[in-house]
């Protein structure tokens, strides 16, 4: 599945709400940044590792190596 099909069924990009300017760029630049954080720790999973990153808030730093 490609980047874009993973960030409009992962993150529901066609219902966001970000429109105008820069904005809908800047979104759609830190969902590639997550996806691609999350294929780069070895998760074939993507929605059930942002899942995980959202219930426990440690995670996400122990990926990026910052702890």
Do not use: Y
């Not at 954080?37 to 990926?63: E, F, W």
């Amino acid at each position: 599945m490609g980047d874009a099909s993973v960030r409009d069924v992962t993150f529901d990009e066609d219902r966001s709400q970000v429109r105008t300017g820069n904005g809908p760029r800047a979104m759609a630049t830190l969902r590639n940044l997550a996806t691609s954080t999350c294929r780069l720790a070895g998760a074939t999973n993507i929605a059930r590792t942002l899942r995980h990153n959202v219930r426990n808030h440690a995670h996400p730093s122990t990926m990026l190596g910052l702890t």
